[in-house]
């Protein structure tokens, strides 16, 4: 996975404003964000995103486009930010649940979204 413009311009974000926050799919758009030393930004962050669970509850699993990192094909957000060394959590499907690790702020899914933005 390369790193584009558009990642470099996320880790200066990180690095110079107060927060950055992603709710139930967003998250999907750190995994190819990479610090200086190339490791992936997510790596032993603790954030949430939406489960492979309720990823089939609607439907979309077999709808995915493959994720190729590492050799690897993944699809959901649980399983790419877990590969990539993230510490993934969830609670219950459509339960609400933000994860604050620093200035990054995560939600699992749209109940989470109220509270992640009272968070930031």
């Known amino acids: 996975m390369s790193t584009s413009h558009t990642d470099h311009i996320n880790i200066d974000f990180y690095i110079l404003i107060p927060f950055i926050h992603a709710v139930c799919h ?3 758009g750190l995994a190819s964000m990479k610090l200086s030393d190339g490791s992936a930004f997510v ?4 954030v949430a995103g939406f489960t492979n669970e309720e990823e089939g ?3 979309l699993t077999e709808h995915y486009t493959k994720t190729d990192i590492e050799g690897e094909s993944l699809a959901t957000v649980e399983d790419v930010l ?5 510490n993934y959590t ?7 649940h933000v994860v604050v690790d620093g200035n990054l702020v995560t939600g699992q899914n749209p109940a989470s979204a ?3 933005r ?3």
């Open 26 to 28: 967003g998250p999907i």
């Open 43 to 46: 790596k032993g962050k603790n």
């Open 57 to 59: 509850h609607i439907g």
């Open 82 to 86: 877990q590969k990539l060394g993230a």
């Open 90 to 96: 969830s609670t219950a499907a459509w339960g609400e």
């Open 114 to 116: 109220s509270k992640v």
């Open 118 to 120: 009272g968070l930031i």
